[in-house]
């Protein structure tokens, strides 16, 4: 039998490279499937809600196989798989949906209502979301291939642009989702909390849709200098602890049309509170700062149980919102897993046209896969840095 190895959660703190099952056409319960597809992985990222479950801080188990940003070539099918063929690159989108239920086919394919028997919504690699087997590995199982994948038009176009379409799977769909669902458009004012890739990926698209400005908020300075070396406007939240009067000095005035948090549930205090965990810091700060009758999107990860959190309350995901402020001011917040299928398609087009350069925004860096715990450890330190793992040396070193 082909061999396989992958990245595999082993508790709090610790991840290594291991020997683990190659992919076969079956689902979580053991039912043998035929709508599937196996990859061989040519990408796949280290993401910010990784390290939420590496850091101990979800119910994830031991012995997980982590990964659910991917990018792969079809090397083998199961024979319902129609529209799809051997040798296709294609990007994966990180929500596993059926596209039959109610949901899917809303378009809401972060809480597909078949793939996970817990609750509404599957992803790969991920606790919780229905046992489906991690990517950061040398091969994976894709099931409902021809809904949720897309070939890329050109394979030699896409190699070429790889570290941008990589980000096609999570991160950049989840960012501009975040946009989108703020309300961002031509001459908006728009404030991102967080300056990880999740925000620099909100900020480039805020850009591409037609913001005025766009702020970056963070306590991080490496971040910080990344963000305004691409292009928009940082808010170092060291200085003070109203963030009304931070923007106030950029805009003239306490408030934006739109906010997008990229933060969650590990969120800290402003100013002199900036050691001090505080759950809901950012969703108040951004109710603060939103004018009235604007938008708020919420990427940023929120979970139903946080074992690690100092505060009774967020162990069970209860935060203590300012939500009548958010009333009072008719605020608009959109929550929950990104439905990437809605925008990877015209997204991948603006890669590839040259619309959108997220591999650069995000500062793509490229590592092996046995490089991986070394990867996740420097990602945890907060660089400036988006690490995408190349289990098949199949990127040859680019970097952004």
Sequence with gaps: ??????????????????????????????KSIEHGVILKVVSTNICGSDQHMVRGRTTAPKGLVLGHEITGEIIEKGKDVEYLNVGDLVTVPFNVACGRCRTCREQQTGVCLNVNKGRAGGAYGYVDMG???????????VPYADFNLIRFPDKAQALEKILDLTMLSDILPTGFHG??????GVGSTVYVAGAGPVGLAAAASAH????????VGDMNPERLKHAKASGFEPIDLTKSDKLEELIEAVVGVPEVDAAVDAVGFEARGHGAQSSTEAPATVLNSLMAITRAAGGIGIPGLYVTEDPGAKDEAAKQGNL????????AKSHRLYTGQTPVLRYNRQ?????LHGRLPIAKVVNATVISLD?????????DTGVARKFV????GMLKKKSA
């Design 1 to 30: 039998m082909a061999s396989n190895r992958g990245v595999v959660y082993l508790g709090p703190g610790k991840v290594e490279v291991r020997s683990i099952d190659y992919p076969k056409m079956v689902n979580p319960e053991g």
């Design 131 to 141: 046992g489906w087997v991690g990517g950061q590995a040398e091969y994976v199982m």
């Design 179 to 184: 946009a989108v669902t703020a309300g961002v």
């Design 208 to 215: 591409v849709l037609g913001a005025a400005v766009v702020m």
């Design 320 to 327: 203590r919102m300012r939500f009548g402020l958010g009333w």
């Design 347 to 351: 997204l991948m087009q603006a890669i």
């Design 371 to 379: 490089d991986a715990p070394r990867g996740y450890h420097e990602f």
């Design 389 to 392: 793992i190349d289990p098949h």
